[in-house]
C-alpha cells in the first residue's frame, strides 16, 4: 500500500519518490491587478486627449473683412488679420492682430482645465532665458 503524499507507481525495491506539490495542487495564478489599473488610467487619459484634438480641429474658414476667421468644433473661433486692419463680428482687429475667442463647450473647458495650459513646458522657458542672457554676454568683435 503507497503512502499518502507519495506516487502510487512505485517500483519494488527502490525508495518512494515524494510527488510534486503542482501535479497534487495546482498553482492557482494570481495576476497583478496594479498594472492593469494603470493601463486603464492611461486608456482613459489617450481617450481624453483624442477628444481634445478633435474639439481643436477647424471646421470652417471664412476670409471677412481684412480678416481670416478659423472656426473650431468646440466652437470657438480665431480671427486674424494681414497688413491692414479687420472688423468681424463687432471686433476690431489692427494689422497683423490675432485674436482667439474662447469656446463655451463646457466638456472641453473641463478637459482643457484638467490637461491644458498656455504656458509653454519648463524646460523651454529656461532654455529661452539662456539663450536671451548668453546674447546678451556675447563679445562684440569690433575690427
Not at 55 to 78: A, D, I
Not at 85 to 104: A, F, M, Q, R, V
Request: net charge neutral; aromatic share 12%.
Amino acid at each position: 500500500m503507497a503512502e499518502q503524499g507519495f506516487c502510487k507507481p512505485q517500483v519494488a525495491g527502490s525508495t518512494p519518490v515524494p510527488s510534486s506539490i503542482f501535479l497534487d495542487n495546482p498553482p492557482t495564478i494570481s495576476y497583478n491587478t496594479t498594472m492593469g489599473q494603470y493601463t486603464d488610467k492611461i486608456n482613459r487619459i489617450s481617450e481624453d486627449f483624442y477628444k481634445l484634438e478633435e474639439y481643436e480641429r477647424v471646421n470652417c474658414l471664412l476670409g471677412q473683412n481684412g480678416c481670416l476667421v478659423l472656426t473650431h468644433n468646440h466652437g470657438g473661433y480665431t480671427i486674424t488679420t494681414s497688413d491692414r486692419p479687420g472688423e468681424y463680428n463687432s471686433h476690431k482687429l489692427g494689422p497683423n492682430e490675432k485674436l482667439y475667442i474662447e469656446s463655451t463647450n463646457e466638456d472641453y473647458l473641463k478637459l482643457k482645465q484638467l490637461y491644458g495650459s498656455n504656458r509653454r513646458p519648463l524646460l523651454t522657458q529656461l532654455y529661452d532665458k539662456w539663450q536671451q542672457l548668453s546674447s546678451r554676454f556675447k563679445k562684440v568683435d569690433k575690427y
